[in-house]
């Protein structure tokens, strides 16, 4: 847990380089106002199912800027519940208990310099910690090329391919002591990942808009994928609904601990 503030403070530095670009000058007058800057924040029901099944309550914030030499990106999310858990007391006795099922934040920040209208150079860090998933905690660094390959009023397609550093801590094992069973925490790894990143998003109408993320971090001793997929219906100029679906997949797990996790949300999203 001690890792967890230092990690975001480096986050939040990093995310303070990106909003720094945007006072360079541009000539771009559609974006003389803000920089290039948009954001959206997503609240709403959330339905698990994996490591842990819960319904609950789910957070999300998201900048993003773009214009003729910056391609920017930060975001915060949040993931918690608490439900009915069966366990067994000393005495054999199966009881009922409300507690904490999910517990998980994540945040991260991108930050690109254009090379021209479609390539960049992309640099990026992402830190996870999840009480209930595969790893307690993971941590991402890696500076990378992307290239977007297809932008225009209705359809938009990048990608994003480089070396990065990964230290992450495996979930506690369960092992039995004296008859006992505890968890014993697990050291740290850390280790050279390949770090690919595709981001699709479509327009089906004027107010309905379909948009897939895919996420590699890929290294010899662990492989994490994560996938995240939305469709949203706008109400107003400001808000809108989204139904989203992330499926995770860790290649290293402890023993009981299952590699796949989804997430299904409901969210009512605000964009400004």
Request: aromatic share 10%; proline share 3%; net charge positive.
């Amino acid at each position: 847990m001690k890792k967890a503030p230092l990690a975001f403070l480096m986050l939040v530095a990093f995310a303070a380089s990106a909003v720094h670009a945007q006072s360079t000058p541009s000539d771009d007058s559609s974006s003389a106002g803000s920089g290039g800057w948009n954001g959206s924040g997503e609240l709403g029901f959330a339905s698990s199912r994996g490591n842990s099944r819960s319904e609950n309550l789910n957070a999300k914030l998201g900048l993003t800027q773009e214009n003729e030499l910056w391609k920017n990106n930060f975001f915060l999310n949040g993931l918690r519940s608490r439900g009915e858990v069966t366990v067994v007391d000393s005495n054999g006795n199966t009881l009922n208990r409300f507690s904490t099922t999910a517990n998980r934040y994540d945040g991260g920040a991108s930050v690109g310099y254009k090379l021209d209208p479609r390539s960049y150079i992309v640099g990026a860090a992402r830190y996870e910690h999840d009480d209930f998933g595969a790893n307690r905690w993971q941590g991402t660094v890696s500076l990378g090329y992307g290239y977007i390959a297809l932008k225009n009023r209705r359809t938009e397609l990048s990608f994003e391919l480089g070396p990065g550093y990964k230290r992450y801590r495996p979930a506690d094992e369960l092992q039995d002591v004296g008859g006992v069973t505890v968890p014993v925490r697990q050291a740290s790894v850390g280790e050279g990942v390949a770090r690919g990143l595709v981001n699709y998003k479509y327009r089906l109408t004027d107010n309905t808009a379909f948009e897939d993320t895919l996420l590699a971090e890929a290294g010899s001793k662990n492989k994490y994928y994560q996938n995240d997929a939305g469709l949203s219906v706008s109400m107003t100029k400001k808000m809108a609904l989204k139904l989203g679906f992330q499926v995770r997949y860790n290649s290293d797990t402890q023993p009981g601990t299952k590699s796949t996790d989804t997430l299904t949300t409901t969210n009512l999203v605000y964009n400004f």
